[in-house]
Every structure is written in structure tokens, then in C-alpha cells.
């Protein structure tokens, strides 16, 4: 592990997984110690997006940006919110020029698969058809996320791309959450990992889904056919339980002709970005805007 992140490890929370309500609570609170971001240069707005039911975002809108991107937060689907992702949004519009909009979708286990994808769906959908009231291009909107918001992301262009959707630009996946199944040697091997390890993804997993078997909209490792899809930059983690899938995910792309970036930075955990005096942080937040910079442009 990399030793600037290693320093860490003894201070992060052990979230239950198996209790949603309390692991909900608890983020939250922690959340709301971190420092303030610094929003000057951008207008940040809530707005609220008509859907069934309606779903609460937020906007924050650099100066002279050109593109926008739909941004799914992490949280394993049973925790975060608005509040919570309000850093690390504000970072992403600051650091790559973009009008983000931070998505408040329906959590786990209350609201089980396709709650967060229907919440992510119809703000897409809005976006591109409020693009020039948010002061963007139509054609130049991305999807993406962390965790199991890079899971949605990349289930939000599967559902774009086979219902004739609105044109996505680029898929900004962030250690995405991608295959239900316990296949890949990361998943079956990473059970003392920081943060989160086999069976907390396990766990996650049994929320969002329930009883109910996984589709390539709940899972997107599991569809069949990955051509017609956005161009994609997708990261990875040394020592995440997501890693191999993600990486076999990269390449089934790139085989079905998709354009891929693939970033895998060793000596990190899942979510590790978050340590940002870590240089290591420092490089992959550096990488992960540029990317969504270049294809906007």
C-alpha cells in the first residue's frame, strides 16, 4: 500500500453494511465535518428534476463551461446524498471546466433496483433537455460516478444507448461497481481491505437487488453486448474488491470497439481519493478531471 494512504488506514470508519440505517447515519455525520470546498468560481443551485417520483439535484455551474456531467455518487447504493458528494462534486466542476450535476437518487435497501437507475435516468434526460438553459451543449453530456455510482453510470448508457436516449458523450467511471457475481479474484480474495472489502460489496449487492435476479441494467458486467456505447475512462484501484471486473469490463469495451482510457494506480484502496494529501490522490483526482476535460472539449 502506498504509504502516504497506509498513515490513514487505523482513522477511516467501519461502516455496517449490514445495518443501511445506521452506516446512513454515520457517513453522513462524518460528511458533514469536511471542510468546506471552495465554490467562488462556479453558481451552485438545487433544483428539483419532475420524475415519478421527483428527484433532488444539485447544480454547480463553473463560468464558460461548455459540456455537463451527470454524476452518480458513490455509497455502495445504500448511503450519500447531496450533502455528502458536495465536495468531491464541486471538485469535478472546478478541476474539468463542467457543469455537474450531483444526482440525489433512491437508496437501499427502502428502495431496491431500478429506483437509483429510474432517478438516474430521468435527470439525464432532463439535462439534455434543459442543455441550453444550463448554458451547454446537448451534445457534449457525460455520465459518471464512483462505486456503485459508476455502476449506474454505466448502466444509464446501456439504458441510452438500447432506448434511443439522449446522446451521451463519455463515461466517467471511478472504481465502478459493475458485477453482482463473486467471480474475479479481487472479489473473492479482498477480504481484509481497507474501507470496503468482499463482503461489504456483498452486502451492498443483496440491498440493491433483493430477491430479484440480476439484468445488465442492475449489473452492467452481465450484458451481453457492449458496442454503440460512450467512450469510457474507467479507474481502478490496487486493492479493491472491484478491480478485476472493472478491468475485464475495460477490455470487453475495447473489444466491442469503445474507445477506453483505463487508469489502474497501484498501492490504492477503494475510495482512497479521499485522502487528498496523499499524492497518489492528488495524481488520480488530477487525471480523472483532465479525462472528463479532453472529452468535453
Known sequence: MDPELEAFVPFLPDLDMDDPVASRK???ERAAGAPAPDTSNMEVEDRTVPADPDVAVRIYRPHRAQGALVWLHGGGGVFGGLDSE???????????????ISVDYRLAPEHRFPAALDDAYAVLTWTAEHAAELGVDPERIAVGGHSAGGGLAAAVALRARDHQGPPIRFQLLNEPGLDDREQTWSRREFTDVPWMN??????????????QPATPYAAPA???DL?????AYIATAELCPNRDEDIAYALRLLQAGVSVDLHQWPGTFHGSQAILSAEVSQRQIADLTAALRRALA
Not at 458496442?227 to 467512450?231: A, Y
Open 227 to 231: 458496442s454503440g456505447l460512450p467512450p
Open 26 to 28: 454515520d457517513f453522513a
Open 86 to 100: 458536495h465536495p468531491w462534486a464541486a471538485r469535478l466542476a472546478d478541476l474539468s471546466g463542467a457543469v455537474v
Open 198 to 211: 468482499r463482503d461489504k460489496v456483498a452486502a451492498a449487492w443483496r440491498h440493491y437487488l433483493g430477491s
Open 222 to 224: 452481465r450484458a451481453a
